[in-house]
């Protein structure tokens, strides 16, 4: 039997969107430590954590920052997985004693196995559609049939949408979907009633797998 896709929402800034989207049954949240508009420090990191119950992930997102630096997020936030969105290499990624996800920047129908092979202890892949260097969270939707298949878990990104999610399930069929802008209003402020739509969404195309 198909298992049931885990939903992220990433980019989290307040405590009402927290509640917002555990109440709405998500899997995972991810707070943003990367240089981004939904970039939030520790002790605002730490204030919402409080608010997620467990059993509901609490993702940290870095991209190409020291050592140091994430060191003192982890020894100051409780998380229980980190998201590499830079080029940290796979010594980099494993330095911190958290499981990781790597994301990918999805280029051609290689990018997949190519990730496969340089981290082969990602707890799973996060498929994304920025250009090589940019950050994640900008909306762009990459062509999924270049995902073929993977051997890890595939954690599905890059402009996805209430719209456009259910036609992404049935094609990749990823581990998780994972979603930011689609469900705000603005940068770090997410709308409740997108959140649900996009939840429904992906509900209703788990049925039809």
């Known amino acids: 039997m198909t298992h049931l896709?885990?939903?992220?929402?990433?980019?989290?800034?307040?405590?009402?969107?927290?509640?917002?989207?555990?109440a709405a049954g998500v899997d995972a949240v991810g707070f943003v430590f990367a240089a981004s508009p939904r970039r939030i420090s520790s002790k605002a990191a730490n204030g919402l954590c409080k608010c997620v119950p467990a059993g509901v992930l609490r993702v940290g997102l870095?991209?190409?920052?020291?050592?140091?630096?994430?060191?003192?997020?982890?020894?100051?936030?409780?998380?229980?997985?980190?998201?590499?969105?830079?080029?940290?290499?796979?010594?980099?990624?494993?330095?911190f004693d958290l499981p990781y996800l790597k994301a990918v920047v999805m280029q051609?129908?290689?990018?997949?196995?190519?990730?496969?092979?340089?981290?082969p202890d990602a707890m799973g892949l996060l498929l994304d559609g920025h250009a090589?260097?940019?950050?994640?969270?900008?909306?762009?939707?990459?062509?999924?049939?270049?995902?073929?298949?993977?051997?890890?878990?595939?954690?599905?990104?890059?402009?996805?949408n209430a719209q456009n999610v259910g036609a992404?399930?049935?094609?990749?069929?990823?581990?998780?979907?994972?979603?930011?802008?689609?469900?705000?209003?603005?940068?770090?402020?997410?709308?409740?009633?997108r959140i649900l739509e996009f939840i429904d969404a992906v509900r209703n195309a788990h049925l039809t797998l």
């Open 132 to 160: 090589v260097g940019m950050r994640g969270g900008s909306g762009k939707v990459f062509d999924w049939s270049l995902a073929g298949h993977a051997s890890k878990p595939i954690w599905l990104a890059g402009g996805l």
């Open 108 to 119: 051609d129908s290689g990018s997949v196995q190519a990730a496969q092979q340089a981290y």
């Open 168 to 193: 992404a399930i049935r094609l990749v069929r990823p581990f998780a979907v994972d979603v930011s802008s689609a469900v705000e209003q603005a940068p770090g402020i997410k709308d409740k009633t």
């Open 5 to 22: 896709i885990k939903i992220k929402i990433c980019g989290l800034t307040r405590v009402e969107d927290v509640k917002a989207v555990v």
């Open 62 to 95: 870095f991209m190409d920052q020291t050592r140091s630096e994430v060191t003192r997020m982890v020894n100051s936030v409780p998380l229980d997985l980190l998201q590499f969105h830079g080029s940290e290499s796979r010594a980099e990624c494993n330095l």
